[in-house]
């Protein structure tokens, strides 16, 4: 079984650009989360999608950041522009949802996103 | 608010010595409680889940935890450490509604040879 694809690993921009990043969950599951890690913390759940529904952004800074998951499968995640303090890695999960055996969630390899 | 305390932030144990790392929670009811790992320039790997029932739960790679209720804790063990076991470990608590998890800041675990 494939796990959850990201692209790209690495990404460079200066600060107030803009820079995207996609997630493919694995086949079949309908929940897809997004987190930010920064550097000595753990991952923080920026938002959370059930097929193509959003679940929960509340910690989704929505004056920079936009995410979308169109069709229920891929999803790309947006800042724009971005902050110094936007300098982290973003990890992509996917897990079945549904009933409690299905919450265990699975992590994409990430983006080490660094902004200068 | 659901929140995870990992009061160790750095562990080092030699090769072939036991491993305890602690985890305490915060969370309204009975909670789900996980373990992850993370090595260098990877995702999380889950170690093992705790749903219910059993309170001692084992997991891959020879890991184990135990809820404890009382103490609000969910602490890892392992008898017996290998290098490659070096690592970050999370520890997450679950909502039972949303399939939210909200993680600690992690361990970092050294296995000196």
């Known amino acids: 079984e494939a796990g959850v694809a990201q692209s790209p690993r690495y990404k460079i921009i200066e600060k107030r650009q803009s820079v995207a990043f996609w997630c493919n969950p694995i086949?079949?599951?309908?929940?897809l989360y997004w987190y930010q890690q920064i550097l000595g913390q753990g991952p923080k759940l920026l938002i959370q999608?059930?097929?193509?529904?959003?679940?929960?952004d509340s910690q989704l800074p929505k004056d920079r950041f936009s995410a979308e998951r169109l069709k229920g499968v891929d999803s790309t995640l947006k800042i724009q522009p971005a902050k110094l303090e936007d300098s982290a890695v973003y990890l992509c999960?996917?897990?079945?949802?549904?009933?409690?055996?299905?919450?265990?969630?699975?992590f994409g390899p990430g983006t080490r996103l660094t902004v200068t | 608010a659901q929140s995870v305390t990992q009061p160790d932030i750095h562990i080092t144990v030699s090769e072939g010595a036991s491993l305890e790392l602690r985890c305490n929670y915060s969370?309204?009811?009975?909670?789900?409680l996980f373990w992850y790992v993370q090595s260098p320039g990877q995702g999380l790997q889950l170690l093992l889940k705790?749903?219910?029932?059993?309170?001692l739960v084992q997991g891959i790679k020879g890991f184990e935890a135990e809820f404890k209720r009382s103490q609000s804790s969910f602490n890892l063990r392992k008898p017996s450490v290998h290098w490659s076991d070096a690592a970050e470990y999370f520890c997450?608590?679950?909502?039972?509604?949303?399939?939210?998890?909200?993680f600690g800041d992690g361990t970092t675990l050294t296995v000196k040879p």
């Open positions: 086949s079949g599951h309908a929940t």
């Open positions: 969370y309204g009811a009975t909670p789900y």
């Open positions: 997450a608590v679950g909502s039972r509604h949303a399939g939210k998890s909200t």
């Open positions: 999960a996917s897990s079945l949802g549904g009933d409690r055996s299905s919450y265990e969630q699975y």
């Open positions: 999608f059930q097929n193509n529904g959003v679940v929960d």
């Open positions: 705790y749903f219910s029932g059993d309170t």
